[in-house]
């Protein structure tokens, strides 16, 4: 399974490049984030639980996830190997690249599928990465989109 979100957004790259960094902000600045709390940090990154929520109308499904951070700022990007929950083993990275003096930000999933034998890339290709991931990612990128464009205007 491999989901692809980017957005443009009219801040420049370092902003968004620490907005992305930034999780323990993220409920702030997001609706359908709950919490993101550092379990462990190190220097570049450290361990992280994040809860949401993925909406379905009025209904509020409930996610969470434990995961490795680390951060390349020269590179520009974020990285996360999901080590608990349902995603476990997902690779993520944000990709964070100026584009004059605008952000291209992308968030690249890619995952072999939960542990469930004979359903494990339909769960996978059908359900999870375009439901959930692309439904939670989306949303994210909007929601930073938004709260770092209404800060420069």
């Known amino acids: 399974m491999r989901t692809v979100d980017r957005v443009r957004i009219r801040t420049p790259a370092e902003h968004a490049f620490r907005a992305a960094a930034d999780v323990e902000r993220w409920p702030e600045l997001l609706g359908h984030y709950r919490s993101v709390n550092f379990i462990e940090r190190r220097a570049g990154g450290g361990r992280v639980r994040m ?7 009025p209904l509020r499904w409930p996610v969470w996830w434990e ?23 997902m690779d993520v ?3 964070i690249s100026p584009v004059g003096s605008e952000s291209e930000v992308s968030i690249v999933h890619e995952w072999a599928g939960p542990a469930w034998p004979l359903i494990r890339r339909p769960a996978a290709d059908w359900v999870i990465g375009p439901v959930f991931i692309h439904g939670i990612a989306s949303r994210t990128l909007a929601g930073i989109a938004r709260a770092l464009e209404d800060r420069s205007e």
């Open 51 to 57: 809860t949401a929520v993925r909406p379905f109308g």
């Open 67 to 89: 995961s490795d951070m680390w951060l390349d700022p020269a590179r520009g990007q974020v990285r996360y190997k999901h080590i608990r929950g349902i995603t476990t083993g």
């Open 93 to 95: 990275v944000w990709q």
